[in-house]
């Protein structure tokens, strides 16, 4: 089986001063670690919410770390600070609108300012970045949302065969 | 309680040359006349569909003006004159496209050629713009969707703080 | 009754060079035949997944040749010769997320993969352009869902008057 490379970016100018605990990344480690068979390999970074930053860190965990899927978790929203965002569209060659659409769609039916979420996706490189919202509650609903899609993504842009715990989350990769 | 500033802007060619009334601009202010407890300052345009035009005076209320919320009406469709949702995109350094997709969804419930309609949101400078259709009972449909987010938006760009008459329109902030 | 004239672009790499037949393209004209009682004038183009090429063609049918609608078939996903999407987005000087959205949204009751598509809509020139996927079976699911407001954003960007079988698609146009 696959050894699967995962990058996980968190956000946030408080976490990463060391003012909290990013709980927000681990819960991302512990829902992929959850939904898939393989060994994850994971680079982690936690940073403050710089755009020229995020998108160092993305382009390093896209072109030099070779990850299969990168997923941030923060800066999402309207705020000042909120840039991660802004970093994945410029990095991104390929933008996947479906991600942000489907993920609001979610979101919305917990609360009403989820039309405040920005959040996308796209390729870089061969990765697929991810956006997740900073809330580890909205974390798991928003993956739970789109991953079904994320195995077959990452075979059509060259990357390791993702086996998933059927049990845990569904997957579909449409017969050719 | 604070003074909110709300920007208006028609962009109507016929509209703006005196050929007809702005019925849409004056259901923007009746709407959220009737939404918030505040005292609104209004800072009310009506000009034609002029798309350098319209960026010139998005920038006047956000920068300038200080508006808390602009609201456009008109040019949102697919005709060569419809240029205020490219204005839009133009003065924004932030989009939020769960605005438009909030609304073409609403419109949908009403008349399948809602999906031509570009309408979209964004932050400029620290004013939110929503861009709604020209037609008044559209306005209404759209900003009865997107207006319970809008408040807790403005908190967070730094704007004032608005408050809901509860028994006409619930606005949700989240719990910090 | 006005002539309608449709662009039918098939992007494929296998297709274009004869290693199969090009079924989806044929789709379309099939559909679209279905659709309205018009006399339609096609052009048809079927070419490698190459986006230089496909912008040019985009052009040539929008510029040249007067399309009052052009429709692309292929290149609609996150594959690095997926291409056509980009290509639509670079000549288009309005772009409609209407279409994208409402065709993913339908695609979903299918397939969860449907939010890898980026398949979208605009305007260029005269022309109105939408994305399908290369997939015979979604090819009708997806112009079933938008085609009902595709004359009237046909009337509103001055193209050729479509008249439908009302018993095969329902469309509309709204009262002025």
Sequence with gaps: MDI???GVITTSDRASAGIYEDISGKAIMDTLNE???NEIEYIYRCIP????LIEEKLLELARDKKCDLIVTTGGTGPSP???TVDA???VCHKIL???GEMMRTVSLQYVPTAILS???AGICNNSLIINLPGKPKSIRECLDAVF???PYCIDLIGGNYMVANEDVIKVFRPKQ
Excluded: C, H, M, S
């Design 148 to 150: 079904p899609a994320v």
């Design 81 to 83: 600070r909120d840039v």
């Design 88 to 90: 994945t569209l410029k």
């Design 97 to 99: 609108p479906g991600f």
């Design 118 to 120: 920005r959040q996308t």
């Design 35 to 37: 939904y898939l068979k």
């Design 49 to 52: 919410d710089e755009q020229p």
């Design 4 to 6: 699967i490379r995962v």
